[in-house]
């Protein structure tokens, strides 16, 4: 799916098994978010091809935050693609799921601040909440955010595994609802789009799930 010029968004639509909603986004590098699980990578394939491309043109693989169905098939990437994600978002994989799952040691990590990929620049908001440092990323030249697991289409990421937190949660989506937003996307779900439908959304999100996070 073309979001808008230089965005793919690669939907997971079956109800079958969880896996994530994959991102490209194009410019001098080639920036894939959040590749999901390794034996689910087929829809991520599909739409690298619609796009003309293929996994040997990933330049480089950003990770939201540390579960399993976020970044299972990084091995399938890096190298030759570099991989980022957030330190603490990695020590806390390292804490609870390396037992059966390794993970290769991140080319870098991700902070708050300005993040430069080729021609490509991000803004990497920290966002805590639904994990103790989810990062949300957010192309301020495209009016793109991708919120990994922070909002969703009339929603929120749950706060009941480790590290999770609502009241950060809560404080985090106050901060993305800030932000001048033309398309939301989502780690699970629908994406929005359109900046009204954007609004509305953070206000129907504040309206009905806020109460249950204080």
């Known amino acids: ?36 699980h390794r034996h689910l990578l087929d829809h991520v394939d599909r739409g690298l091809k619609d796009a003309g491309l293929s996994r040997d043109r990933i330049d480089v693989v950003l990770i939201t935050h540390a579960h399993p169905d976020h970044l299972e098939s990084i091995g ?15 020590d806390l994989f390292n804490q609870y799921a390396a037992g059966y799952m390794k993970l290769p040691e991140p080319d870098f ?28 990323l957010y192309w301020a030249d495209k009016k793109v955010l991708i919120t990994g697991d922070v909002v969703f289409d009339r929603g929120i990421g749950r706060t009941d595994m480790p590290g999770g937190s609502g009241k950060a949660l809560m404080q985090s989506i106050r901060r993305l609802a800030a932000l001048d937003v033309e398309y939301l996307l989502t780690g699970h779900g629908g994406i929005v789009a359109g900046r009204d439908a954007v609004r509305k959304n953070f206000k129907e999100i504040e309206k009905t799930w806020f109460p249950y996070l204080r």
Not at 4 to 33: D, R
Not at 114 to 136: E, F, K, N, T, Y
């Open 1 to 36: 799916m073309n979001v808008t010029e230089g965005v793919h968004a690669f939907l997971w639509q079956s109800y079958s098994e969880n896996n994530c909603n994959a991102y490209l986004l194009e410019g001098e590098k080639n920036i894939l978010v959040d590749p999901g």
């Open 76 to 90: 399938e990437f890096s190298p030759p693609a570099l991989f980022a994600m957030n330190q603490r978002e990695y």
């Open 109 to 136: 990590f991700l902070g708050e601040g300005d993040l430069m990929i080729g021609d490509i620049r991000l803004q990497v908001i920290l966002a805590p909440g639904h994990s103790p440092a989810s990062v949300c």
